[in-house]
């Protein structure tokens, strides 16, 4: 009896030790094929200028090619969606700004991926202390103050683009909107390169932008600058007032970070949280962010999902500040199977 019971466990003992040999030798040979980045904006927008930087600077240090699969639209949901249901070997990463993770959960009753059990933090990437409000140069406004102005004397006459529901510009304006006792007109469109191209138009009044994108056109007289994001002003603008000084600022600074489908193992992610802290804090990194009014966020998993809980407490304050409610998804979003 006590040899069969010893032969029938051998095999499972023989079985355990292989795994737990094959768990560190997975993470030893990582990465082995190339890397599949989803970003879930449209191509040629700051999201993916960032993931298309620091993929490239990833890529060197892991000798794997770091493959961007941009996935736009449903405001995020369709690239993050992707990403929660990739299967969680690290082969499959997703970049992405505070709405996937920090609004979206605020915003909509059903998401297709859970964005508090979904991913594993791998790492922040960069953040940018001052975006930027511009308006088409027939908007009869040239500041802020004029534009709330313009803004109460013709109700909803002023439309804004957006990046979808719930997306940093529409939770900008709506704040904008509350402290101002104003209405404006949102329009929405498939990421930051769009709206963009909107404003430029003239298809819509005003988008929220980057500095940097935004800078070349103001120089140029393209562009009204109305005013910056944050409670300082901007060193590149040091004339235009910030939504801090006008009592208009929510708080909440685009961030974006590096995340995998969750239980990705601890040790895949260490090793890609170590490469992307390399390529954050390289000179070329350094150059990129600073060309772009950005700031580099390194450090562990650990410390971006403490910073990634703080910006979720942030917003929900402000989201009930502004009396935002849930509701559906947007209707281009992935079907949900909770």
Same mark, same amino acid.
């Given at each position: 009896?006590?040899?069969?019971?010893?032969?029938?466990?051998?095999?499972?003992?023989?079985?355990?030790?292989?795994?737990?040999?094959?768990?560190?030798?997975?993470?030893?040979?990582?990465?082995?094929?190339?890397?599949?980045?989803?970003?879930?904006?449209?191509?040629?927008?700051?999201?993916?200028?960032?993931?298309?930087?620091?993929?490239?600077?990833?890529?060197?240090?892991?000798?794997?090619?770091?493959?961007?699969?941009?996935?736009?639209?449903?405001?995020?949901?369709?690239?993050?969606?992707?990403?929660?249901?990739?299967?969680?070997?690290?082969?499959?990463?997703?970049?992405?700004?505070?709405?996937?993770?920090?609004?979206?959960?605020?915003?909509?009753?059903?998401?297709?991926?859970?964005?508090?059990?979904?991913? $594993?933090?791998?790492? &922040? =990437?960069?953040? @940018? #202390?001052?975006?930027?409000?511009?308006?088409? *140069? %027939?908007?009869? /406004?040239?500041?802020?103050?004029?534009?709330?102005?313009?803004?109460?004397?013709?109700?909803?006459?002023?439309?804004?683009?957006?990046?979808?529901?719930?997306?940093?510009?529409?939770?900008?304006?709506?704040?904008? $909107?509350?402290?101002? &006792? =104003?209405?404006? @007109? #949102?329009?929405?469109?498939?990421?930051?390169? *769009? %709206?963009?191209? /909107?404003?430029?138009?003239?298809?819509?009044?005003?988008?929220?932008?980057?500095?940097?994108?935004?800078?070349?056109?103001?120089?140029?007289?393209?562009?009204?600058?109305?005013?910056?994001?944050?409670?300082?002003? $901007?060193?590149?603008?040091?004339?235009?007032?910030?939504?801090?000084?006008?009592?208009?600022?929510?708080?909440?600074?685009?961030?974006?970070?590096?995340?995998?489908?969750?239980?990705?193992?601890?040790?895949?992610?260490?090793?890609?949280?170590?490469?992307?802290?390399?390529?954050?804090?390289?000179?070329?990194?350094?150059?990129?962010?600073?060309?772009?009014?950005?700031?580099?966020?390194?450090?562990?998993?650990?410390?971006?999902?403490?910073?990634?809980?703080?910006?979720?407490?942030?917003?929900?304050?402000?989201?009930?500040?502004?009396?935002?409610?849930?509701?559906?998804?947007?209707?281009?979003?992935?079907?949900?199977?909770?």
């Amino acid at each position: 009896m006590m040899r069969v019971a010893l032969s029938k466990t051998v095999p499972v003992i023989a079985i355990s030790a292989l795994a737990l040999a094959g768990g560190p030798a997975h993470a030893d040979t990582f990465p082995a094929k190339p890397i599949r980045l989803i970003v879930s904006t449209s191509p040629g927008g700051l999201t993916d200028l960032v993931a298309r930087t620091v993929g490239k600077l990833m890529s060197d240090g892991l000798g794997q090619s770091v493959v961007i699969d941009n996935r736009p639209g449903a405001g995020t949901l369709i690239g993050m969606s992707a990403c929660a249901r990739a299967p969680a070997d690290g082969y499959t990463l997703c970049l992405t700004d505070n709405q996937s993770l920090v609004f979206n959960p605020l915003l909509f009753t059903k998401l297709p991926y859970d964005a508090k059990t979904g991913f $594993a933090p791998v790492g &922040g =990437v960069v953040r @940018t #202390p001052n975006d930027v409000i511009v308006a088409h *140069p %027939s908007v009869p /406004a040239n500041s802020f103050r004029e534009l709330m102005a313009h803004a109460k004397a013709k109700p909803e006459a002023i439309s804004f683009a957006t990046w979808g529901p719930g997306s940093v510009p529409a939770i900008y304006y709506a704040w904008i $909107a509350r402290q101002n &006792g =104003v209405q404006l @007109t #949102p329009v929405p469109y498939k990421g930051s390169a *769009p %709206s963009f191209l /909107a404003v430029n138009t003239g298809e819509v009044n005003l988008a929220f932008s980057s500095l940097a994108l935004a800078k070349p056109a103001v120089e140029a007289g393209k562009l009204k600058m109305v005013a910056v994001t944050g409670t300082q002003r $901007a060193p590149a603008f040091p004339n235009v007032p910030s939504l801090g000084e006008l009592d208009s600022d929510p708080g909440m600074a685009t961030f974006w970070g590096l995340y995998a489908p969750a239980n990705t193992p601890a040790p895949v992610v260490a090793r890609i949280n170590a490469e992307l802290n390399k390529a954050v804090t390289s000179a070329a990194f350094q150059a990129f962010a600073s060309q772009n009014y950005m700031e580099p966020l390194p450090g562990t998993p650990a410390q971006f999902a403490s910073q990634l809980a703080q910006a979720q407490a942030q917003a929900e304050r402000t989201f009930k500040a502004i009396g935002i409610q849930a509701s559906d998804a947007p209707t281009d979003a992935p079907a949900t199977n909770r």
